[in-house]
Structure formats: C-alpha cells, structure tokens
C-alpha cells in the first residue's frame, strides 16, 4: 500500500472521531424537546443531557492533551474512541434521564480525549508542508459538525427517534478504531517525563470545571447572586493555585514558556471570541427561525447548515494559504465577517425571505472557515513541535470555554430584551384593553388573564401566531358558561352582545399578538447587534495570532519561540 493511501486511511481514521466529538455538542438540542416527553422533568433537568457533555469536556481536555504527550496519543485516541462509541450505545438504551444523563457525561470526558489529539495525530502523519492543507479540512470537518449537528438531529428524531442521535455514532466509532490500528502509529512528546503532575491535573480540572458550571448556572442563580460570584471566584482562585504549580513544578503538565509566544496567546484569544461567536449564532437564529419565522425544528436545522457549507468553502481556501502568507490577516477577515453577518441579522424580520437569511448564514460560515483553520494552524506552526499536543490542548479549552462564555451572556441578553420590549408591548395591549368601552366587565377580566398567559409564553420566545383565535374560542366558551349563571332578565341581552363582544375580542387580540411579535423582533434584534459588538476584539486577536511575515521569507516556517 502506497505512503499517500496510508495517509488517507490515517486522516479518515482522525476526523471520524473528530467529527463524532463535535457532533454530539450540537445534534443533542433539537431532540431535546422529545427526550422530554419520553422521560418527563423539567426542561432546567433535560438541559443537563447538554451541559453534563460540555462541563465534563471543558474541564478534562488539558489534562487528556497532557496525558496523551505523556503516555501515547494513539493510545489516548483509541481510549477516546472506544469510551465515546460504548458511551453512545448505552445512551440509546437509557432507562431514565439520570442515566442519560450519566452517559452525556462520560461521552463529554471521552471527548475531551478525542478532540485535542486530533491536531498532533494530524502533524505526525503528514510532512510539514502539507500541515496547512490537511489543518484546512481538518477546520472544514469542525465547521461541518458543529453546523450539520441541529440538521442532522432533526432528521434522524424526526425519520427514526432521538434515540438514533447517539446510535449514529456507533458505525462510525467501530470504523475509526480498525483504522486506527490499522494504520496510525504511536507518537508522544519526547520531552515530556513520565511523572505525572497531580497538583496540576487537579488545578486545571477543578478550576475549569467550578467556572464552566458557573457559568451555565448564571441562569438561574444571576448574575447578581452570591451563588454565582461564589462559584466563580473559586474557579478563579483555583486557576491561580494551578499556575502557582506550574511555575514551580519540575515537570509541569502545561509549559508556561507557551505564553512567551504572542502568536499562540493571539491565536488562543480569538478561538475563545470566535467559539462564542458560533454558538451564539447557531443558538440564536435556531430560536428565530423556528418561534418568530414559524420553522419546523428540521426545516431551521437544515438552515443552519449552510453555516457548515460556507465553512468547507473557505477553510479548504485559507488552509493552505495561510500557511505561505500568514494567518493573521485571513483570521482578521474572517472575524470581520462574522461579525457584519452577525449584525446583518439583525435586520430580519418575522416575513424574511428564506433566501435572505440562506445568504447571511452562508457569509457567516465563509468567515468562520477563514478564522478556524488558520488560527489553528497557526497555534501549532508557531510553538515548538513536541508542544503541539499541549498547544492544542490549550486553544481547544479556550474556543469550548468561549461557547460557554458566549451563551451565558447572549441568553442574558436576550432575556433581558425580551422583558424589556415585550413588557412594554404587553402593557400597551393591556391598557387597550382596559380603556376598550365595548367589552363587558367580565370579558376585560379573562381577556386580561389570557394576555398574562400569552407574554409569559412568549417571554422567552415569540408568541404562538395562531393564539388569537384559539383565545377567542376558549372566551367565547367562557362567555357561554357565563350567561347561564345570570338571572333571566340579563340573559337575553347578554346573548344579544356576545357576538360584538367576540369581534371586539378578535380585534384586540389581533392587535395584541402583532404587538408582541413586533416586540419580538426587535428583541432579536438588538441582541444580534450585541453580539456582533462582542466578536470586534476578536479582530485585534486575530491580528496577533501569527508571525509578521516579510517578503523575503514568505515561504520559510517561523520560528517557534519568536515574540
């Protein structure tokens, strides 16, 4: 078998795990909703079949890069992957949510093995000069799994039943684990000792994990809340005790020398904007799409993956090219455009046209392909090569540390405008409703009580546009148990207005709902240009994220140590 079939079969071997790992961060949220009817709780519980993985993965990666350097990325891998894979198995069979619960737990630590060995399995495999075409599909398949995740989703909870989302990993799990055996060989970090640093494992684990589950609980405890502050500054302190052990620690896990690159610590920062930035798109206009534009959860998952599409475009581009010229201005643009298709958004309204919003997702994923790629070529082309493992490690924990980051503070946002725009709109309906001189008492009252009911619902959504009539026939069903109980002299004249009262009803509740959509809207709105305004420092990151290369060495590799 030829040396370049051998490398195909390696690389094949490499992103199936990769592809499953970021998969499963994604493909969970459209099944969510019947994960819950299957197994009931609250939606507070089901979210933690989502958080458990991301909590589990953000606080294990540095510690599995570390120890994959140590004691074998191949045989990490393969742990990775046989964990991941029986992990997915018995999720499908789970008999109750705790279960499952579990499982999204133990599938997050496997991840974490996964995700971070991929780069340098990826460098060892193939020569220097191929490193910047193979990191671009290396981006692309990131790109792909992270957008095609709601689609796929909702095609297998939809065509089969959720339980499928985490059987699909199973074929592909088996497959990646005969290639790898059959064709990867054992690489580690020569410079690493054997010596395990528990001091350091434990800082980094606990002190990732204790922010990350702050950061997911910022919801419910608030921003304000001791709760929170305490959590957090706990994370904070023991990130300190970490960095304490490593600068003394004789063979520390992570080398502190990595943070003298100014390219590495660029390349870091905006893989943390740029995972925000992702998962705040995704999770936004996934809610747009399907409570203001009235999407099926398949038809916004297929959406969104046009994100996956302009993604493949542009990383199999800036790839290759970003390894001769530079990273730093393709992740500059790249954020550039993220950021003005986040803010076009901002611009839609409930009656877009689906071609509209094709097109400004499709530019957002151009842009993230031409950051993704380079930045994590970047990362490893400009640190020393034995610390590739590391490295990865490092920018990986950042981009998952920025989604949680991202969505702590967008869904804040987003509530936040929602209470303010919707409140307003349902306060203007409510004294339409109150000064109204053709409703009878009785009717202001219940009209009263089902617009209460309706803002709640919509308080973190839009309202339900065929609301109005399904209100009007539960007052017109009221209003009839009402004339019954009214002595006889006011029956008949009651019956007499009832169908004015009814159009009048009609009309305010029309009026009502196109209040609240509006205020909707216009919520969306003002966190999409919020959001666009987070992404801008990844820009000045981005800038700093690779070598200033001079024309006479454009073809030459950096050097890894230079500032």
Same mark, same amino acid.
């Given at each position: 078998m030829s040396v370049r079939t051998k490398r195909i079969f390696s690389f094949t071997a490499i992103v199936l795990g990769f592809f499953m790992a970021l998969l499963d961060t994604t493909i969970i949220n459209v099944a969510l909703p019947e994960m819950t009817k299957h197994f009931g709780g609250t939606v507070s519980q089901i979210s933690w079949v989502m958080n458990g993985y991301?909590?589990?993965?953000?606080?294990?990666?540095?510690?599995?890069s570390?120890?994959?350097d140590q004691f074998g990325r191949r045989r990490l891998f393969l742990i990775g992957i046989f964990v991941f894979t029986a992990a997915s198995l018995f999720a499908g069979f789970s008999s109750s949510l705790e279960m499952l619960i579990v499982l999204r737990v133990i599938q997050g630590l496997a991840g974490a093995i996964i995700v971070p060995v991929t780069i340098p399995l990826t460098t060892t495999t193939f020569p220097k000069e191929m490193h910047g075409l193979i990191i671009g599909i290396w981006g692309a398949v990131g790109g792909l799994a992270a957008?095609?995740?709601?689609?796929l989703g909702g095609i297998l909870t939809e065509k089969l039943n959720w339980e499928w989302i985490f059987w699909v990993n199973v074929p592909l799990g088996i497959l990646s684990i005969i290639l790898v055996l059959s064709f990867i060989k054992e690489s580690r970090d020569s410079s690493a000792g054997r010596t395990l640093d528990f001091a350091g494992m434990a800082g980094i684990s606990v002190g990732m994990f204790l922010i990350t589950y702050a950061l997911i609980k910022v919801q419910d405890y608030g921003w304000q809340s001791g709760a929170f502050y305490g959590l957090l500054t706990s994370g904070v302190f023991v990130l300190l005790f970490f960095f304490v052990t490593q600068w003394k620690g004789k063979e520390p896990m992570m080398p502190l020398s990595l943070f003298r690159i100014r390219p590495f610590n660029g390349a870091a920062l905006t893989l943390l904007i740029v995972g925000a930035g992702l998962m705040n798109l995704s999770l936004r206009t996934s809610f747009f799409l399907t409570r203001i534009m009235g999407m099926t959860e398949l038809k916004a998952g297929l959406v969104l993956s046009v994100i996956a599409l302009g993604s493949i475009l542009?990383? !199999?581009?800036?790839?290759?090219?970003? /390894?001769?010229?530079?990273?730093?201005?393709? #992740?500059?643009a790249g954020v550039t455009v993220m950021a003005g298709a986040t803010y076009a958004l901002s611009g839609l309204q409930g009656e877009a046209s689906l071609s509209?919003?094709?097109?400004?997702l499709g530019i957002a994923g151009l842009g993230m392909g031409l950051v993704m790629a380079p930045v994590m070529s970047s990362a490893i082309r400009n640190v020393p090569e034995e610390k590739v493992g590391i490295s990865s490690g490092i920018t990986n924990m950042t981009k998952a540390l920025g989604s949680v980051l991202g969505i702590a503070i967008i869904v804040t946002v987003l509530q936040q405008n929602f209470n303010d725009r919707i409140g307003a709109a349902a306060e203007h309906a409510a004294q339409s409703i109150r000064e109204n001189a053709v409703l009878q008492p009785i009717v202001k009252q219940r009209l009263g009580?089902?617009? !209460?009911?309706?803002?709640?619902?919509? /308080?973190?959504?839009?309202?339900?546009?065929? #609301?109005?009539g399904e209100i009007s026939q539960r007052l017109n069903n009221d209003l009839e148990k009402a004339v019954l109980a009214l002595p006889e002299e006011e029956r008949s004249a009651f019956k007499a207005d009832q169908q004015r009262q009814l159009s009048e009803i009609q009309v305010l509740m029309k009026q009502a709902e196109g209040g609240l959509r509006d205020a909707s809207v216009e919520a969306f709105s003002r966190t999409y240009a919020f959001a666009s305004i987070l992404l801008l420092p990844g820009i000045v990151f981005a800038l700093f994220s690779d070598q200033r290369r001079k024309r006479s060495v454009l073809n030459e590799e950096p050097l890894g140590n230079e500032l």
């Open positions: 991301n909590l589990a993965f953000a606080a294990l990666i540095l510690t599995a570390r120890l994959a957008a095609s995740g709601p689609a542009s990383s !199999g581009v800036s790839g290759p090219l970003s /390894s001769k010229y530079g990273s730093r201005w393709f #992740a500059a509209q919003v094709l097109i400004t009580e089902e617009l !209460g009911a309706m803002v709640k619902a919509g /308080s973190v959504a839009a309202p339900n546009r065929a #609301a109005g």
